[in-house]
């Protein structure tokens, strides 16, 4: 190790870590194969197990309650969503030097919505407003007597205030810093959720969507549901939608004018904790985030 410098707290995960944990842990599926997802995004590794299931393994500190969360609420959920979602099967336990539990799903087919196929869509804009209605529609309540909610409640939008700050002038010459802090502003100025609190997906972005012959199928990853002020979720106006159907998104959801800011206000700092992080070394990162900035400097 160099001198200095701070070692990786990530986990190795490879096929052979994947192999050991399933086969030891759920010998049912011990001769399935296992195929790597690649790529899988930014907080799980993910295994194709045989044909109707899937493996997540956390790769960070961040998304290891993501396991337990879904097994707890997404059966609950899944009645009353018009939209397929994941349907949890088992919870790994650590081992093998691996610390954090893992998942084991149901696999659904499907392909990453993209925006070039959707981004014109009123239909897939108009069913994604109904998938947030019919979710924010479950009631907090709808889980056994007594269950505490602690772990489920959605952050403040003015917590990323610093961070956003700091990222508009990193980004400045990039985009409007100007027109950035305006958005910003009015977003943090906004009224606040005054009604009570509702279910969130809280990572409802495009690349969290499944489609099947370029219709939508289903929402995956659900590591940020949460419950409080469902604005978080209007990021995906903004990472998918063009104008013509963000307009119709909006309408069928019956967003009034100060949860559309604050809307505008995640998917700003979202799309630039994404840019300022990885842009310059991944290419495809640049250009979703890019456009998710810029969408949200249209509105």
């Given amino acids: 190790m160099v001198s200095g410098s701070t070692p990786d707290p990530r986990p190795a995960?490879?096929?052979?870590?994947?192999?050991?944990?399933?086969?030891?842990?759920?010998?049912?599926?011990?001769?399935?194969?296992?195929?790597?997802?690649?790529?899988?995004?930014?907080?799980?590794?993910?295994?194709?197990?045989?044909?109707?299931?899937?493996?997540?393994?956390?790769?960070?500190?961040?998304a290891i309650d993501q396991a337990v969360k879904e097994s707890a609420w997404l059966p609950?959920?899944?009645?009353?969503?018009?939209?397929?979602?994941?349907?949890?099967?088992?919870?790994?336990?650590?081992?093998?030097?691996?610390?954090?539990?893992?998942?084991?799903?149901?696999?659904?087919?499907?392909?990453?919505?993209?925006?070039?196929?959707?981004?014109?869509?009123?239909?897939?804009?108009?069913?994604?407003?109904?998938?947030l209605v019919a979710l924010q529609a479950y009631a907090p309540g709808g889980g056994p007597a007594g269950e505490a909610y602690d772990d489920l409640a959605g952050r403040p939008l003015a917590d990323r205030d610093r961070a956003t700050r700091a990222a508009i002038a990193e980004a400045d010459g990039v985009f409007d810093a100007a027109a950035m802090t305006a958005l910003w502003d009015a977003a943090l100025t906004a009224p606040a959720w005054n009604r009570p609190p509702v279910w969130f997906h809280g990572d409802f972005h495009t690349g969290n969507l499944l489609t099947v012959d370029g219709r939508l199928s289903a929402v995956i990853d659900f590591g940020g549901l949460g419950i409080g002020d469902p604005a978080c979720d209007l990021t995906i106006a903004f990472t998918l939608m063009s104008a013509g159907s963000r307009a119709a998104f909006r309408a069928a959801l019956g967003v009034d004018d100060a949860t559309w800011a604050r809307g505008r206000g995640w998917a700003l700092a979202t799309g630039l904790n994404a840019y300022t992080s990885y842009a310059a070394v991944n290419p495809r990162v640049a250009a979703q985030t890019s456009r998710q900035i810029t969408e949200a400097l249209i509105g």
Avoid: C, K
Avoid at 13 to 38: H, N, S
Avoid at 82 to 104: C, D, K, N, S, T
Avoid at 121 to 126: C, G
């Fill in 76 to 131: 609950r959920l899944a009645p009353h969503l018009p939209l397929a979602i994941p349907v949890p099967v088992a919870v790994g336990e650590p081992g093998f030097g691996y610390p954090w539990r893992w998942a084991v799903s149901r696999w659904l087919d499907g392909e990453v919505a993209t925006v070039p196929a959707l981004e014109n869509s009123s239909r897939a804009a108009v069913q994604l407003a109904e998938f």
């Fill in 13 to 62: 995960i490879d096929a052979a870590l994947a192999r050991r944990l399933v086969d030891t842990q759920f010998p049912q599926w011990a001769g399935l194969p296992l195929e790597l997802l690649d790529p899988a995004g930014s907080d799980h590794v993910i295994y194709r197990l045989g044909e109707d299931l899937s493996v997540r393994l956390p790769r960070h500190a961040g």
